[in-house]
């Protein structure tokens, strides 16, 4: 197997212990040992490693940046490790169509940091949009703080160029903005986590930047009292282009890392940011202050240089805590749950309950704007009854979620960590579905192996 992969990659395929080790989880806690780590530089390549690995019965796991926190991209059946970071190029900027073509390796960031020059962006902003990759937040339909405004990746996916289990390349779309011919091919990838192909092209929509933002933040006296503020601005027709909730545990540890950070000393806080021209930003900043001043504790805005620092701070959240307890980590276990906006309130309030109810401490913080809450839970890792703990802490967490109509995952994915919970969220006749259409694509079964339930 070794020399065959050989042929197709040359030195851009590696078997030694320490590489394997390098490429055996993602940010989760899930882990196992590929037989092999691939580089491809392209399709042809990938299109090759997929003929041999199929007719071999080898299992193929795709990786982008290795960020995921649900173990997708952990090999738990060995076989191969595709590492699709190299093909990392911006193919093609056609923005006179509002549209982008570029390779899966190609991170966030950098993609933005290219449209800018020219007034456009790629709206899907996860906290780890410097260093995750295109193809994973395909993968994994990512979405982030803006998405309660511009949507998630699936809103602007085009089109894909996807290699098959058996080798052959299709593409899924067109680039055309609309179209009604047949089935989605394209959303059936999208979010589908490297179960049914591989990913090694993509034609993204990209929109024109916003003239201006404003962010208006305000301090309340409870969290559950912060999710009805949010309830409250989405009643009176304002749509923000984020919305963001920072518990007060999340507070103090924004200080503890930027003690000159302009937010309130105390409290649960919402941000709120608009964008647009200037008079409609300015006027729907006021308009959200108007709604939460009879609720808030404090309130105020910032536009321009002053937004810097607190989004800057807002996206070192999640590796931030260690500065609370230097003796505790941060696990990614129940940290992505989701309910419909009016259960806000009611999911707060339960975790607070589960959190207090096994003794471990918790961060709460999220894009509430579109009901998806992170709850950052952190352990001594040495201590085998704070894990058993943390577990529980975690199923009951899922378990709220699902018993309110939400989802265990809202933007990080099923993977390994979220797959027992599949069957109970979708149905057992939807999970068959999904099941029949990755048999119709993947029969041997060796597109990532047990995730997502299948």
């Known amino acids: 197997m070794l020399e065959s992969l050989q042929e197709i990659a040359r030195d851009r395929v590696s078997s030694s212990l320490a590489e394997r080790c390098c490429y055996s989880s993602d940010a989760s806690q899930i882990s196992g040992y590929p037989d092999f780590v691939v580089r491809p530089a392209n399709t042809g390549e990938v299109s090759r490693i997929m003929m041999l690995c199929n007719e ?32 990392n190029r911006i193919l093609e900027m056609d923005l006179e169509n509002l549209q982008v073509i570029v390779e899966p390796g190609v991170v966030a960031e950098k993609l933005n940091w290219a449209l800018e020059p020219h007034g456009f962006f790629f709206p899907p902003d996860p906290g780890s949009s410097s260093f995750c990759t295109i193809g994973g937040m395909i993968s994994y339909n ?4 803006r998405s309660v405004k511009y949507g998630t990746t699936r809103s602007y996916v085009l089109d894909l160029e996807v290699v098959l289990a058996d080798g052959r390349v299709i593409h899924t ?19 589908a986590e490297g179960t049914l192909g591989i990913i090694t092209r993509a034609g993204l929509k990209v929109a024109p930047l916003p003239k201006e933002r404003r962010l208006v933040f305000a301090s309340f006296e409870s969290a559950e009292a912060a ?23 999340t507070l103090k540890v924004l200080k503890l890392v930027d003690p000159e950070l302009v937010l309130p000393d105390d409290g649960d806080v919402i941000l709120f940011e608009v964008d647009g021209s200037g008079d409609s930003t300015a006027e729907a900043a006021e308009q959200i202050e108007k709604v939460c001043r009879p609720m808030a504790m404090t309130i105020r805005q910032a536009s321009g240089r002053q937004m810097v620092p607190i989004w800057a701070a807002r996206r070192l959240v999640g590796a931030a805590i260690s500065r609370l307890d230097p003796k505790k980590t941060r696990i990614y276990m129940g940290e992505d749950v989701g309910v419909p906006i009016k259960q806000i309130p009611a999911l707060i309030k339960r975790v607070q309950q589960i959190t207090a109810s096994v003794g471990i401490p918790a961060m709460k913080y999220g894009h509430i704007g579109d009901g998806n809450l992170h709850v950052a839970l952190f ?12 577990r529980t802490a975690a199923d009951r967490i899922h378990r709220a979620a699902l018993s309110l109509g939400g989802t265990v995952s809202s933007e990080h994915g099923i993977g390994l960590a979220r797959a027992d919970y599949m069957a109970e969220q979708v149905g057992e006749e939807s999970i068959n579905l999904m099941r029949a259409i990755k048999k119709a694509l993947d029969p041997r079964g060796i597109l990532n192996p047990g995730k997502m339930g299948l």
Request: charged share 20%; net charge negative.
């Open 142 to 145: 990512s979405s982030g703080m």
């Open 173 to 191: 779309g067109s680039r055309n903005l609309k179209s009604a011919a047949g089935y989605d091919l394209t959303r059936l990838f999208v979010g």
């Open 56 to 87: 071999r019965d080898v299992p193929v796991v795709a990786r982008g940046a290795g960020s995921g926190l649900a173990g997708g991209a952990s090999p738990v059946s060995g076989g191969v490790v595709l590492d699709m970071s190299g093909m």
């Open 227 to 249: 999710g009805q503020a949010v309830i409250a601005v989405f009643s009176q027709g304002i749509t923000p282009s984020a919305c963001e909730i920072l518990d007060r545990t």
């Open 379 to 390: 352990i001594d890792v040495n201590d085998p009854d704070q894990w058993d703990r943390l």
